[in-house]
Each structure stands twice: as structure tokens, then as C-alpha cells.
């Protein structure tokens, strides 16, 4: 069984950081890829950042210079660093385990105020 918990969720202002942490546990194997998603009220869930555990990142084009992702190999941990936010980065974020299956947190609110 795979679990997955974000955590780090707040309310920010415009132009302010928060860093978001997401462990998962359980039978993950060994080359897998942790992601952010994020999800505004009223709207689809969209693509944030992922890295692969080569290190390899990819970012959405809205967060790209803003945001950064990393990962704790050994402890199934993935972070994601967020800058300069914007209201409109306001959503739910969840986090994402690719290991031969698909894993999803509970999600991790995230409040950016104008």
C-alpha cells in the first residue's frame, strides 16, 4: 500500500514564499516520479512541476523562474519552493507519485491574497 501526505499549505500574500513538503511511503520503487498538481475553485486540475528521481524537472510555464521542485531520494520526499506568489497560484495543491501506478494526496490548500 502507497500513502502520500502533503503538507505546508497557508495563506500567503501576493509576493510571498511558501514551501510545500509531500512524503510517500509504502512499496514505491526505486526510479518513480514525484509531481505537483493544483487545482483553482470552478477549474480543472493542471500540471505544476515534477522531478524524476535522476533529477530530471519539468515545470508549467506559469511557474517557471517562481517555483522549484527537489526530492529527498532517501525518504520518498519531494518538495516545491514557491516565490514571488500571485493570487492566481491560489488552489489546492496535490501531490503526485508515479510508481507503476498513479498516487494522489489528500491535497494542501494554498491562499495567496492580493
Known amino acids: 500500500q502507497v500513502q502520500v501526505v502533503e503538507s505546508g499549505g497557508g495563506l500567503v500574500q501576493a509576493g510571498g514564499s511558501l514551501r510545500l513538503s509531500c512524503a510517500a511511503s509504502?512499496?514505491?520503487?526505486?526510479?518513480?516520479?514525484m509531481g505537483w498538481y493544483r487545482q483553482a475553485p470552478g477549474k480543472q486540475r493542471d500540471f505544476v512541476a515534477r522531478?524524476?528521481?535522476?533529477?530530471?524537472?519539468n515545470y508549467a510555464s506559469s511557474v517557471k523562474g517562481r517555483f522549484f521542485i527537489s526530492r529527498d531520494n532517501a525518504e520518498n520526499t519531494v518538495y516545491l519552493q514557491m516565490n514571488s506568489l500571485k493570487p492566481e497560484d491560489t488552489g489546492v495543491y496535490y501531490c503526485?507519485?508515479?510508481?507503476?501506478?498513479?498516487?494522489w494526496g489528500q491535497g494542501t490548500q494554498v491562499t495567496v491574497s492580493s
Open positions: 522531478i524524476s528521481t535522476g533529477g530530471i524537472t
Open positions: 503526485n507519485l508515479l510508481s507503476g501506478s498513479e498516487y
Open positions: 509504502g512499496n514505491i520503487l526505486r526510479a518513480n516520479i
